[in-house]
């Protein structure tokens, strides 16, 4: 059942665990998505970003989502917008059947130009009226992330921007978001850390300043692929040319979790499993030639990387838990604030 994502992360800060968040652009990554949840009995957050919204079409992507809650209607299912740009952008997903969206207010809708304080403010709560109308839960972004993917970020290490812990009490209070994302050092894409990372580029002495001072926010990880050898490996093996590389440890998330982290983005270990799946089929039986030859075992290595990372944030065996709530009635629990 598609529900919204304020329920998921309220039981998740119950039970103390960590909720993920996946990527999707096509019905393959879905499915690896679904069967990890069954498997492991998880709650699930799945997120298409503006570029899988163009690549994949809203319409399709919307029914291969109804598709899934009508298929395991057992697990609470988020339909969440990554990296909304603009009021409009998000606006459209509220309308189309997401139950939750992300306002990235702190870049300019160009999707790279940091924006200012005011402005990430006043476009928040814009969304944040439209979203909470429709029972529709909202994260925000305070501080900037590193990198670029799928177009949309400011580039750089992460480090130039790293969220202000006032300046985060001062956006949640003013805005109401239910949930906020942070900017510690992590970037988007495979090529977050030169090495192993340590506290200099790595802040989570700053995650947990900004859970004390905010002990009641939802956080959000972003970035928060691992990017594990294993996977690098097995694409370069099979011909392929990644750089060494390094991503978020599990520990560091996990000490995360424990400090308030309640939602973890992850895209870039699925695309690094599904690509060395691939690769291997391609590479072992080049006489092949059905898709359904390397997109099975593609499927398959997505759903192994979901699984694990579903166990290891503590969400498994927490999708029965709780009856989800429609979102009507979610919206007059807003509307009665
Ligand atoms: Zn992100």
């Known amino acids: 059942m598609l529900v919204a994502m304020r329920q998921l992360l309220d039981e998740a800060a ?43 079409q809203d319409r399709y992507l919307y029914h291969l989502m109804l598709a899934a809650a009508e298929l395991y209607p057992d697990l609470p299912t988020v339909l969440h917008l990554d990296h909304g740009n603009s009021y409009e952008t998000c606006k459209s997903a509220i309308d189309m059947g997401f139950t939750s969206v992300m306002m990235d207010g702190s870049l300019m809708p160009d999707g790279k130009t940091p924006s200012t304080f005011e402005y990430n403010v006043d476009v928040t709560q814009k969304v944040v009226a439209a979203a909470h109308a429709k029972g529709v839960t909202v994260e925000g972004e305070i501080g900037v992330l590193g990198g670029i993917e799928d177009g949309h970020g400011a580039g750089g290490t992460g480090l130039e921007h790293v969220t202000d812990p006032e300046q985060a009490a001062k956006f949640v209070e003013l805005t109401g978001v239910d949930a906020l994302a942070i900017a510690i050092g992590t970037s988007h894409g495979a090529y977050k850390f030169s090495h192993k990372p340590d506290g200099a580029v790595l802040k989570m002495d700053r995650l947990i300043e900004i859970h004390n001072r905010l002990p009641k926010v939802h956080l959000v990880m972003h970035g928060s692929s691992s990017v594990p050898k294993e996977l690098q490996d097995i694409i370069n093996q099979y011909g392929g040319k990644l750089r060494p590389t390094w991503g978020v440890p599990v520990e560091e998330i996990q000490l995360g979790i424990r400090n308030g982290v309640r939602k973890v983005n992850v895209d870039t270990d699925n695309r690094l499993a599904m690509t060395g799946a691939i690769r291997k089929v391609l590479f072992e039986t080049p006489e092949k030639f059905d898709p359904r030859d390397y997109l099975k075992p593609a499927r398959e290595a997505m759903k192994q990387v979901v699984a694990q990372r579903m166990t290891q944030f503590g969400q498994a065996g927490h999708a029965a838990d709780y009856q989800p709530i429609p979102l009507a009635v979610v919206a007059a629990r807003y509307a009665a604030q």
Do not use: H, L
Not at 24 to 33: F, L, P, S, T
């Open 14 to 56: 119950k039970g103390g665990y960590g909720v993920g968040a996946f990527n999707v652009n096509n019905m393959e990554q879905i499915q690896a998505i679904m069967e990890a949840a069954r498997e492991t009995c998880s709650p699930v957050i799945v997120q298409a970003s503006r570029g899988a919204r163009s690549y994949a």
